[in-house]
C-alpha cells in the first residue's frame, strides 16, 4: 500500500485503540466484568484487522512476517478472519446486551464456526477470500472458506436482528425497548462495514471500514452510556419537522408562482402583489396551528395544556372523601397530562419502626395485582423515594446500581406491578402512598419533565388521600364492627342455649341418676323386709338380683359416658389401631339395639360396607360411635319407620352415611348438638327409655361420637332441612374415615366448644338400590334377609 492509503488502517486502528483505553480506565464496579469483556476484545479485534492492511500486499510471501500468515493464509484472508472472529465476539457481546438466554452457548457456536472457517482458510489451495472480486467468484467452483464466511455473515446477522426487534417488542420498559432498538441499527452498520471492508474493493472497503467503525463507536456508547440516544424520539421529531418544513415551503413556492404570472406592465400590480401576500400569511396561521396540534398529538400536551389540566385536577379533587373516586380522577389526569396506559396508587403505612407496609389499591389503570409488599425503612428506595422525596423510575430500580442493595422482595413488587414511574406522596412528613404511571401511549422513555409533572400531581393528591384513607378507614371499622356484633349476637344466641343446657343436664341428670338408685333402693329395700319376714325364695331373689344389675348397668353407662368426656376435655383417651373392618364394627354396633329395633317396628338397612376396605382403628372406639350415632337414629325416629346405612369411598376416605326418616334437625342445632349434655327438645319431654321415641339421655352420646371420630382423623357432620313432627324431613349423619389415621391420632383431639363442622354434599344418591342389613319388625325373627332384586355381592 502506499503511505496516503495506509492513514485510514492507521487511524482506525489508533481509533480502536483508543476506545479500549477509554473502556478499561472506566469504573469497573459500573460498568461490569463480562460486559466490558466481550465488547474490549471485539474492538482488538477490529484493531488487529485494520492494522492487517498495514502490511505488504505480499507480506504473506515475506520471510519476515511468516508468523501471522500459517499455510495458505495471505494478507486479505487473515483480514477476513480477524474480522469474523470481531463479528464472533461483537454478536456476543450483542446477546448478553440484551439479555438474551442462552447467550453462552451462542458464543460457543459462533466461536467453532470461526475455527472451522479459519482452519479450511489456512489449507485451503485456491484462497481467494479478500480478494477483489472474491464475494462473486466463491461459488464456481465452490471455495469452502468462502461460502463458510458468507454464509455465517448471514445466520448471525438473521439472528443478531431477530434477537433484537424480539426484545424491543417483549420491553415492558421504554428505556429498554430503546436500548434494544438502538442496538437493532448497530447490528447492520457493524455487519455492513465487515462486509464491505473485506470486499477487496479499494473505494468500498474503506467506506466498509468507516461504517464498521460507526457502527462498533455506537455499541462502545451503548455499553457506557446508562440511557442510550432516543432513536424514536427523534425519528419522530425529525419527521414532524420535515413535514412542517415540506408544507412551509410548498406554500411559499406556490406563492412565487402565482407572483411570477403576473406581468409587469399590469395595472395595480401591488395591490395584486399585497392580497397574494395576505391570502399566504392568512393560510400560514391556521396551517401551522393544524401542524402544532399534529405535532402536539405525537409528542403529548404542551406546557400551557399540562398546566390547565393540573389547575382543572386540583379543583376536582376538592372535596373528594372516597378512595374510589379520588384514583378515578387521578387517573384520568395522568392519561390526560402524561398519556400513559396504565396507572394506580400504592398505599403506604407504617408496620413498625424499621418496616412500611404497601398494598396496591385495586382500582386503576389497567390490571392491579392484588398483592401485599414490605419496604425497610433503610431500603435506598424508600431513602430516595420518600426521604429524598425524588420521583423514581423502574429503569433505575432494575438497572441502576444505587438499587442494587435493595432487598429481592422490594424488587420483586414493583417488578409486578408493571409500572415505569413512581412519585412519593408525603403529608406532613409522614409517606402514604406512591403514585404510579405505566407506559406512554407513544411508548417514549419518561424524561424529566414528564416526572415533575408526575411528581406535582402526586403532591396535590396528598391531602385529598389522607382525607380519603381517614373515610375509608372509618368505613371499614364500622363495617368490622358490624360484622362484631354480628358475631356477637349469634355467639349470645348461642351461649344463652348453652346455658340452658346447665339446667336441662341437671334435669336430665337428676332422673338418669335417681331412676336406677330409686331402683337399687327399692329393691334392697323389699329383699330387706322380706328377708325378715323369710318371705324370699330362690325366684323371687333372682328376679330382684336382676333387676338391680340393670339398674347398676344403666348407672355404670352414665358413668361411663360421663368419663369419655372427661377424657376428651383432656385429651386423655388413648386409641389403640389395629386393621378393622367397617362391616364388623358397624354389626357390633347394631347387634346390642336388635331387640329395640324389633319392638319398635324400625326397618334397618345397609349397603356398600362388605366392599370397604379395612382401616386402621381402634374397634372397641369405632364401635361406640358408630353405636351413638345409630342410636341417635332410632331414638328421633317413629315407630315403623325407615334407617339407611350407606358406605362408599370418596377419594382416600371412607364415607359412611346414617339416615333416618325421623323429625329431623334444625339448621341452627347442627353443631350445637355435638356439644356436651345439649339436647334440641324440651327436657321436660324426657323419657326413661334409651331407644324410645323421643327418648334422651344425658346428651353425650354424639359428643362421644365426634370425638372418636376426629381422634382417628375423620370428621362427622349432620345434614338436615329442618325440625318438623309432622313432615318428618329426617336426619343424615356422615362419617368420613381415612384408610390410615394420620401420625398424630395417638389420642384424640381435645374437645373445644362451638368447633366449625365439615360440610360436603351428599355423594349418596336419593334412589340409590339398598341391600337389607337387617329387617327387623314385630313378629319377625332377628335374622338377616335379603330384600328380592338386590345386588347379589352387596351386603347381608
Not at 200 to 211: K, M, Q, R, T, Y
Not at 698 to 712: K, S
Amino acid at each position: 500500500m502506499s503511505s496516503s492509503t495506509d492513514l485510514l488502517p492507521a487511524g482506525l486502528t489508533i481509533a480502536y485503540t483508543l476506545l479500549v483505553l477509554i473502556l478499561l480506565r472506566r469504573d469497573r464496579e459500573q460498568l461490569g466484568v463480562q460486559t466490558r469483556r466481550w465488547i474490549i476484545l471485539a474492538l482488538v479485534a477490529a484493531a488487529l484487522s485494520a492494522a492487517v492492511f498495514l502490511l505488504p500486499a505480499d507480506a504473506h510471501a515475506d520471510s519476515r512476517y511468516e508468523a501471522l500468515f500459517v499455510g495458505e493464509l495471505t494478507q486479505p484472508a487473515l483480514a477476513v478472519i480477524l474480522a469474523n472472529l470481531m463479528i464472533v465476539l461483537f454478536s456476543t457481546q450483542t446477546m448478553r446486551y440484551l439479555q438474551v438466554p442462552g447467550a453462552g452457548l451462542w458464543a460457543v457456536v459462533w466461536l467453532i464456526w470461526w475455527a472451522v472457517q479459519a482452519i479450511t482458510s489456512a489449507f485451503e489451495d485456491n484462497l481467494i477470500i479478500g480478494q477483489e472480486g472474491w464475494l462473486s467468484d466463491i461459488y464456481d467452483p465452490v471455495v469452502l472458506p468462502g461460502v463458510l464466511t458468507v454464509g455465517g455473515w448471514f445466520a448471525l446477522g438473521m439472528l443478531l436482528l431477530a434477537a433484537a426487534f424480539i426484545t424491543f417488542y417483549r420491553a415492558h420498559l421504554a428505556e429498554v425497548a430503546n436500548r434494544a432498538l438502538f442496538w437493532a441499527t448497530i447490528i447492520p452498520l457493524v455487519l455492513m462495514g465487515a462486509v464491505l471492508g473485506t470486499s477487496g474493493s479499494g473505494g468500498l472497503a474503506e467506506i466498509g471500514w468507516v461504517i464498521q467503525f460507526a457502527g462498533l463507536l455506537g455499541a462502545t456508547y451503548s455499553i457506557l452510556s446508562y440511557r442510550v440516544f432516543d432513536i424514536r424520539r427523534a425519528l419522530r421529531h425529525t419527521t414532524a419537522t420535515g413535514i412542517v418544513t415540506l408544507i412551509m415551503t410548498l406554500a411559499f413556492f406556490l406563492a412565487l408562482v402565482g407572483a411570477q404570472q403576473l406581468d409587469s406592465n399590469t395595472s395595480n400590480l401591488y395591490v395584486i402583489l399585497s392580497a397574494l401576500a395576505l391570502a399566504v400569511a392568512l393560510t400560514y396561521v391556521p396551517l401551522l396551528t393544524l401542524i402544532q396540534e399534529f405535532v402536539n398529538n405525537l409528542f403529548g400536551a404542551p406546557a400551557e395544556s399540562a398546566s390547565r389540566r393540573l389547575r382543572q385536577f386540583s379543583e376536582d379533587i376538592t372535596g373528594v372523601v372516597e378512595l374510589d373516586a379520588l384514583v378515578d380522577v387521578t387517573m384520568r389526569t395522568l392519561r390526560q397530562v402524561l398519556r400513559v396506559r396504565r396507572g394506580g396508587l400504592i398505599l403506604v403505612t407504617e408496620e413498625d419502626q424499621h418496616t412500611l407496609c404497601i398494598e396496591p389499591v385495586r382500582r386503576g389503570m389497567g390490571e392491579i395485582p392484588d398483592m401485599i409488599g414490605r419496604l425497610a425503612t433503610d431500603s435506598p428506595i424508600v431513602r430516595d423515594l420518600f426521604r429524598s422525596r425524588t420521583p423514581l423510575l423502574q429503569y433505575d430500580l432494575d438497572y441502576g446500581r444505587t438499587y442494587a442493595d435493595a432487598a429481592p422482595e422490594e424488587h420483586s413488587f414493583f417488578q409486578q406491578m408493571r409500572m415505569s414511574a413512581y412519585a412519593p406522596v408525603v403529608v406532613q412528613g409522614h409517606p402514604i402512598a406512591i403514585l404510579c404511571s405505566g407506559a406512554k401511549a407513544s411508548d417514549d422513555p419518561y424524561t424529566e419533565h414528564d416526572l415533575e409533572l408526575l411528581t406535582t400531581v402526586a403532591n396535590q393528591v396528598g391531602v385529598a388521600l389522607r382525607n380519603a384513607r381517614l373515610v375509608s378507614d372509618l368505613r371499614r371499622r364500622e363495617a368490622e364492627q358490624a360484622e362484631l356484633n354480628a358475631v356477637l349476637s349469634d355467639t349470645k344466641e348461642q351461649l344463652e342455649k348453652l346455658d340452658g343446657v346447665k339446667t336441662d343436664f341437671i334435669t336430665i341428670a337428676s332422673h338418669e341418676l335417681r331412676t336406677p338408685l330409686a331402683q337399687i333402693r327399692g329393691y334392697s329395700d323389699i329383699m330387706e323386709a322380706m328377708n325378715e319376714q323369710g318371705l324370699l325364695d330362690q325366684d323371687q331373689i333372682g328376679g330382684m338380683t336382676a333387676n338391680l344389675r340393670k339398674a347398676a348397668d344403666r348407672l355404670e353407662n352414665l358413668i361411663g359416658a360421663m368419663l369419655d368426656v372427661s377424657q376428651l376435655d383432656v385429651d386423655a383417651m388413648d386409641l389403640h389401631f389395629t386393621q378393622t373392618g367397617i362391616e364388623t364394627a358397624m354389626r357390633l354396633a347394631i347387634e346390642p339395639l336388635t331387640e329395640s329395633i324389633k319392638n319398635r317396628k324400625l326397618m334397618l338397612s345397609a349397603r356398600g360396607l362388605r366392599g370397604l376396605p379395612p382401616i386402621m382403628a381402634d374397634q372397641q372406639r369405632l364401635v361406640q360411635a358408630f353405636r351413638n350415632v345409630i342410636l341417635n337414629a332410632i331414638k328421633y325416629t317413629p315407630d315403623g319407620g325407615r334407617i339407611d346405612i350407606r358406605g362408599r369411598m370418596v377419594d382416600d376416605e371412607i364415607l359412611i352415611a346414617v339416615e333416618d326418616h325421623g323429625i329431623g334437625i334444625d339448621p341452627a342445632n347442627h353443631e350445637l348438638i355435638f356439644e356436651k349434655f345439649f339436647r334440641a327438645h324440651d327436657p321436660s319431654l324426657h323419657s326413661t327409655g334409651a331407644t324410645k321415641f323421643m327418648g334422651a339421655g344425658p346428651g353425650l352420646g354424639l359428643t362421644i361420637a365426634r370425638g372418636v371420630i376426629e381422634g382417628h382423623g375423620g370428621r362427622i357432620w349432620v345434614e338436615s332441612d329442618g325440625c318438623d313432627m309432622q313432615a318428618m324431613p329426617g336426619s343424615t349423619f356422615f362419617i368420613a374415615l381415612p384408610l390410615t389415621p394420620p401420625a398424630e391420632a395417638t389420642r384424640v383431639l381435645p374437645f373445644e366448644s362451638g368447633s366449625t363442622l365439615a360440610h360436603i354434599p351428599n355423594p349418596f344418591g336419593s334412589d340409590a338400590p339398598e341391600d337389607v342389613f337387617a329387617a327387623l319388625s314385630t313378629g319377625a325373627e332377628a335374622t338377616i334377609i335379603r330384600q328380592p332384586g338386590s345386588n347379589p355381592h352387596g351386603d347381608e
